[in-house]
């Protein structure tokens, strides 16, 4: 089985940076890809960005080149670096791992607040 466990978040003005982790343990050669999403109250979880094994990435309209995705094999880590963020962006980010085998794994949530 695979575990994530996310850090980083937390609270920073309209313009601010954050930086978002996602560590994970286990079975963790199953994973071919990590990626964040996030979950906005009253709306949908919507996909903020993935990475593949391989280092393709795949990127939401919004994030318009302001978040940059990035994966450690090695530690089978995921980062999201988060710049000019903006109070749309306000939402619970969530860490997720897809697997090649078994249903793919979701990390506990971290609330990121951008004040305006």
């Known amino acids: 089985q695979v575990q994530l466990v996310v850090s980083g978040g937390g609270s920073v003005q309209s313009g601010g940076s954050l930086r978002l982790s996602c560590a994970a343990s286990?079975?963790?050669?199953?994973?071919?890809?990590m990626g964040w999403y996030r979950q906005a109250p009253g709306k949908q979880r919507e996909l903020v960005a993935d990475v593949t094994n391989g280092g393709s990435t795949n990127y939401a309209v919004f994030v318009k080149g302001r978040f940059t995705i990035s994966k450690d094999n090695f530690k089978a880590t995921v980062y999201l670096q988060m710049n000019d963020l903006n109070p749309e962006d306000t939402a619970v980010y969530y860490c997720?791992?897809?697997?090649?085998?078994?249903?793919?794994?979701w990390g506990q949530g971290t609330q990121v607040t951008v004040s305006s």
């Open positions: 997720n791992a897809n697997q090649v085998v078994g249903a793919p794994v």
């Open positions: 286990g079975s963790t050669r199953f994973i071919y890809a």
